[in-house]
């Protein structure tokens, strides 16, 4: 087996009386790994532990075999594109990344090869001379993906660089990513959206409230959520006559009304669950205006892995 | 099994040395200075103004009369250009409050702190590049037109040197550009990293600046203690410049004014020093305190 790309042990971090991260330990293979955690749940502080930007209130951290903290040689192998823009708006996305290679010590000519290969590689060819300030929510995505891999590194780490973007932005980011992937990059990229995180790798790592939950195989990760009761609200006019006909069938464990015109259900298999319910209100007549699963979101999740 | 390209090679060129990517932040930091069209008519007022007051300071003292004031005679005129509260003073306030003021606060207010930090860039090479800067445009309103008016006394001023007298007038320049500069550079940056707006470290900055120079006057005439004279940041810098340079006879007959009439302060070297030395070293530990504590809240 490969050597590991990044190595935590008993990593802690605290901003004053704040636990950001809790005694975490890891190790991730080379590749596309995912970081998938709610907001809040220290993912940001774990990556910028390992870009180097934070020294860790206590543990040991190892990335390409080297401590990241206030080393500019770590810095020369590895890309960071943050969550939020750092841009000097005034200046083009070939200037922003020219410079930014420089300031990677490229000299000046290799610095304005690499933007152009940078530029091009993220498909901003067309808009390179333009003012970042006139740039979409995508282009600027996109930017900050090319200053991270501009320089050639080996190790990508990406924090949330789906967040904000349109759907056709995001399927062109996450082929993008997946593509520093077949190239033999690794990749670390975060996001609190379970089916961002899957549809670039299978090798993730949870955390929730600057723990560690789980480590490993995504589909193995599925199914012990799976495992756990699925929560779905149905926003119906005739409330108490659909939750009768859903409590006949076995999908179904459990049925409550939030308000009168709401129900809350209970499901093991949701799959079938979500198969039946047209057929049982066409059967009735009534009609379902509303229909969501407070589980879609991350943190319910964790709660069902937390609690369990 | 999946076959994958691995087509990734990492770069084998040649890096440039630190050095470099302090002069590529430099080179940065002033274009973007130059970026707002106010910055732009603010700066060109700024100069014009200034050099204006050099040509006219120049010509006066090189009028071929048999009398002329003592500062400016000889090197006092540089002296004096550099030691005055207008123009320099007030132009140098105004340049520092307005390319100092942002210099950090800006970086803060955008996230740019992990761009920087996350290149080949340490906090120290930070540090360095914004003082570099804001002392470049300082030093363009200070050391550049004293610059000019020392190549103009070797052309026209009626006083005959030494290549050596010359050379020392140069470097007396210099010194004294450098030392109303660097603490003014270092503390304004302060100023700008405790804050992410740049409109507070200006504020603050003009106060100290006018601030310590009125407080000093006042205490001054109420206590009448040397030690309130300390208090103003005009008098130890002009104190410590006026130590730059040479004593030479004066070389025309000379109208005796209140400027020359003896030292800015009644001290030495040693206490304007400690000062602006302590005020400058405290500084730099401000901006990167602040810079490593933003690190991790950005």
């Known amino acids: 087996m490969s050597d590991p790309i990044i190595a935590v ?19 991730t293979p080379p590749g596309i790994s995912g970081l998938l955690g709610p907001n809040g749940a220290g993912k940001t502080s774990f990556m910028r532990i390992l870009v180097g930007l934070m020294r860790p209130s206590g543990g040991a951290v190892t990335v390409l075999g080297d401590d990241p903290w206030n080393n500019t040689a770590h810095n020369l192998r590895t890309g960071y594109c943050p969550e939020h823009d750092g841009f000097h708006e005034w200046m083009s996305g070939r200037e922003f990344l020219t410079w930014m290679l ?13 933007a152009a290969e940078a530029l091009d590689r993220v498909r901003l060819q067309d808009a390179a001379d333009r003012p970042i300030g006139t740039y979409s929510r995508g282009m600027r995505q996109r930017l900050k993906i090319a200053q991270a891999v501009s320089h050639d590194a080996r190790l990508l780490f990406l924090d949330e660089p789906l967040t904000g973007t349109d759907p056709l932005v995001r399927l062109e980011l996450i082929e993008l990513i997946r593509s520093f992937g077949r190239e033999g990059r690794s990749v670390l990229v975060s996001s609190h959206v379970l089916h961002e995180i899957e549809a670039l790798t299978t090798n993730i790592v949870l955390f929730h409230r600057g723990r560690l939950v789980a480590c490993g195989d995504v589909h193995e990760i599925r199914s012990l959520i799976d495992r756990h009761p699925h929560l779905v609200s149905v926003r119906t006019t005739r409330a108490r006559d659909l939750a009768a006909a859903l409590l006949r069938d076995e999908s179904v464990s459990e049925v409550s009304f939030p308000r009168e015109s709401e129900i809350l259900v209970r499901t093991r298999r949701p799959d079938d669950f979500y198969a039946r319910l047209p057929k049982v209100a066409l059967e009735l007549e009534c009609s379902v205006e509303e229909l969501s699963s407070p589980d879609d979101n991350l943190e319910a999740v964790f709660r069902y892995l937390t609690e369990k | 099994m999946a076959v994958l390209d691995q087509s990734y090679q990492p770069w084998h060129g040649d890096f440039q040395p630190r050095f470099r990517r302090v002069v590529a932040m430099i080179q940065v930091e002033i274009k973007q200075a130059f970026a707002g069209t106010f910055t732009k008519i603010m700066l060109l007022s700024t100069f014009t103004l200034m050099f204006g007051i050099v040509g006219i300071l120049f010509i006066v003292s090189s009028l071929p009369v048999d009398r002329t004031f003592d500062f400016l005679a000889g090197n006092h005129l540089f002296r004096f250009f550099l030691s005055s509260m207008f123009p320099t003073g007030v132009l140098i306030m105004t340049l520092a409050a307005m390319i100092g003021g942002r210099a950090v606060s800006r970086d803060l207010r955008t996230n740019a702190m992990s761009m920087y930090f996350s290149k080949a860039i340490l906090p120290f090479d930070y540090l360095m590049a914004k003082w570099a ?44 550009s450098l030392v109303i500069v660097l603490p003014i550079a270092m503390y304004v940056l302060a100023l700008s990293s405790l804050s992410r707006g740049a409109f507070v470290p200006a504020i603050l900055w003009t106060l100290t600046y006018l601030g310590s120079w009125t407080i000093s006057l006042i205490l001054g005439e109420a206590l009448g203690e040397d030690w309130c004279k300390l208090l103003s940041w005009p008098n130890l810098t002009n104190r410590l410049g006026e130590l730059c340079y040479a004593n030479r006879p004066l070389p025309l007959k000379v109208h005796k004014t209140d400027f020359m009439s003896g030292p800015s302060l009644p001290y030495d070297w040693q206490e304007p020093l400690t000062i602006l030395a302590a005020v400058t070293v405290i500084s730099a530990g401000i901006v990167l305190w602040r810079l490593r504590k933003f690190e991790g809240q950005e």
């Open chain 1, 9 to 27: 042990e008993h990593l802690n971090m605290w901003y004053g009386r704040v636990t950001a991260l809790n005694d975490v330990s890891l190790t």
């Open chain 1, 102 to 114: 420089r300031l990677r010590g490229r000299m000046r000519e290799d610095a304005r090869h690499g």
């Open chain 2, 133 to 176: 800067t804001v002392s470049l445009f300082l030093l363009s309103a200070t050391f550049a037109p004293a610059a000019l008016m020392w190549i103009g006394h070797w052309a026209v001023a009626r006083e005959s040197l030494t290549t050596g007298q010359r050379l020392a007038d140069l470097g007396a320049v210099t010194l004294h």
